[in-house]
């Protein structure tokens, strides 16, 4: 079982430019969700999803969008690449149990991204 | 009222001691209270975790308190070891939605 599998682990962009961060989960999890990690900052919720065909915006969307046509992938598009978009962002995956279950989220190892 | 508030921001504590990392959090509807670990270049993964209707939860060396009335929980790491060394998030959850603390960044001296 890979998990959670985010392409690439680095990259740097520069100002304007855009990309798309994938992310791929092979646990049949409803639920996705992109993460940004800055220093000291913790981690900040940019979108998450609770199923195929279904996206909502987190704590801190802007500048960001993502699409979800199947359960196993989620990825996250930078359309105008800014220096304040620099970050680790890491893609997470988990699945509503119900009831007195609660969702263990599971990472994967992140993508350094660098806007020069 | 959606925030975790986690102290200390950076912990550096000798082999075989017990760190205590602390996290506050104000909506009274989250209902599950877990902890990841972080390692340099990795995900966070989940470590350990609590529901508030228990004060107390061991798994191995790592223990988490719960004080309901006070809003507030905490990791202890006994014996501690090297390999602890690494950053700690402490989040509150309801239903899909989960907050995180700010992180503590763990120093465990050889």
């Known amino acids: 079982n890979a998990g959670v599998t985010q392409t690439p682990k680095f990259r740097i962009l520069k100002i304007g430019q855009s990309m798309t961060l994938q992310c791929t989960q092979d646990m049949n999890h409803n639920y996705m969700y992109w993460y940004r990690q800055d220093p000291g900052m913790g981690l900040k919720l940019i979108y998450y999803s609770v199923g195929a065909g279904i996206t909502d915006k987190g704590e801190v969307p802007n500048g960001y969008n993502v699409s979800r046509s199947t359960t196993e992938d989620f990825p996250l598009r930078l359309e105008l690449a800014a220096p304040s978009q620099t970050s680790v962002y890491f893609c997470?995956?988990?699945?509503?149990?119900?009831?007195?279950?609660?969702?263990?989220?599971?990472f994967g190892a992140g993508t350094r991204l660098s806007v020069l | 009222q959606q925030q975790v508030k986690q102290s200390p921001q950076s912990l550096i504590v000798q082999k075989g001691g017990i760190p205590i990392i602390n996290c506050a959090y104000e909506n009274t509807a989250f209902d599950y209270f877990p902890w990841y670990q972080q390692f340099p270049g990795k995900g966070p993964a989940l470590l350990i975790a609590i529901r508030p209707d228990v004060s107390e939860k061991k798994e191995g060396r790592f223990t988490i308190s719960f004080n309901k009335s006070a809003k507030q929980f905490s990791l202890h790491i006994m014996d501690s070891q090297p390999g602890d060394s690494a950053t700690y998030f402490c989040?509150?959850?309801?239903?899909?939605?989960?907050?995180f603390g700010k992180g503590t960044r763990l120093h465990i001296l050889p």
């Open positions: 997470a995956s988990s699945y509503d149990f119900g009831g007195l279950a609660k969702n263990i989220q599971y």
């Open positions: 989040a509150a959850q309801e239903d899909d939605k989960i907050i």
